[in-house]
């Protein structure tokens, strides 16, 4: 054998060692392959564990809840089987906004009616002392009765339930907001103009006023026409002193809720210092209903400018007058 024979041999011999693992090296391996095994597999068991944990509070909590839930359930069953009233109600039937009163009709039904079983209705306005009202017995076996009561903005009426020997109270129904609901809502604005020399003139121009009938009008309904103005107008006063009346005509309206009545004033006076001027809306119903609105309440003061001329301004206080003493009803 020649020497390039004996060198390809030791090659094969070489390339064929590279192919086999040594027993270190296989060790090794293993060891390296358990290692990441065991520290997957602890951390798998860590996840799964801390899952466990999570949904095992969740439903502990969520069955206390439940059960913290069970005697407030049972106390409001309790509560609503010692109620005498199967149902009860309060309405408004009819409106006198010049006398500011309002009727209203009661209704309430017992759960069981037994023989002799009387009502009678305590019905308080605005907190204040409760009116009693005895009830009426209807066939049906209902209860009710109609009260006139002086307008205000909250109506309780409870029922007194007596049965021989035993007396239960209820509250009925209650009304929010009673007042606001058989009011309309008026506001609008005028323009005015200073006219400068020795004596400072003023004269009011455009004016503009949005009369909306209340939004709970549902349960009257009949009660449209109170809304219709048939006449409007904007009057001018100077300390009580009637100065000017602007005619104001009703325009197209920009939305459904609001009527829209505009005039132009031409009149021109001469105020004083701390003249209180008052302008003042006034519109008449279909039904006779008079409507009265503080647009504009002041006190004139003359002033000198940097020029030497003087300037009158009107010190408005609009911010001052609350709601209820803008408007009245006649």
């Not at 759960?111 to 009426?136: R, V």
């Not at 829209?260 to 006779?288: H, L, S």
């Amino acid at each position: 054998m020649d020497e390039k024979d004996k060198d390809m041999l030791q090659e094969e011999k070489t390339k064929k060692e590279k192919h086999f693992v040594t027993r270190r090296e296989f060790y090794i391996c293993m060891v390296i392959l358990l290692v990441v095994v065991f520290w997957q597999g602890n951390k798998i068991s860590h996840q799964i564990q801390d899952k466990g944990n999570e949904i095992q509070n969740h439903l502990q909590s969520s069955l206390s809840s439940q059960i913290g839930d069970i005697p407030n359930g049972i106390e409001m069953a309790m509560e609503e089987a010692d109620y005498p009233l199967q149902e009860g109600s309060v309405t408004v039937v009819d409106a006198d906004r010049k006398k500011k009163t309002a009727m209203i009709a009661i209704k309430a039904v017992p759960k069981t009616y037994k023989d002799g079983m009387t009502m009678t209705f305590f019905l308080a306005c605005d907190g204040k002392e409760s009116i009693l009202i005895e009830a009426e017995r209807k066939e049906d076996r209902s209860f009710v009765a109609n009260k006139e009561i002086p307008l205000c903005q909250e109506v309780e009426v409870k029922a007194v339930i007596r049965q021989g020997d035993t007396e239960q109270i209820q509250l009925v129904d209650r009304i929010d907001g009673l007042q606001d609901s058989l009011y309309p809502s008026i506001h609008g604005n005028i323009s005015y103009s200073i006219h400068y020399g020795s004596k400072p003139t003023l004269s009011f121009g455009e004016c503009q006023v949005y009369f909306a009938p209340p939004e709970n009008t549902a349960w009257l309904e009949e009660d449209t026409e109170n809304f219709q103005l048939r006449e409007a107008k904007a009057e001018v006063f100077c300390n009580g002193k009637h100065i000017e009346k602007i005619p104001l005509k009703r325009v197209e309206d920009i939305s459904y809720e609001s009527q829209v009545y505009e005039g132009t004033g031409t009149k021109k006076f001469i105020p004083k210092e701390g003249d209180e001027i008052t302008v003042i809306f006034k519109g008449v119903a279909r039904t006779g209903v008079q409507y009265q609105y503080i647009l504009e309440k002041g006190h004139w003061s003359i002033k000198e400018n940097s020029q030497g001329e003087f300037e009158g301004v009107a010190e408005d206080v609009y911010g001052t007058l609350a709601g209820e003493d803008r408007m009245t009803i006649q």
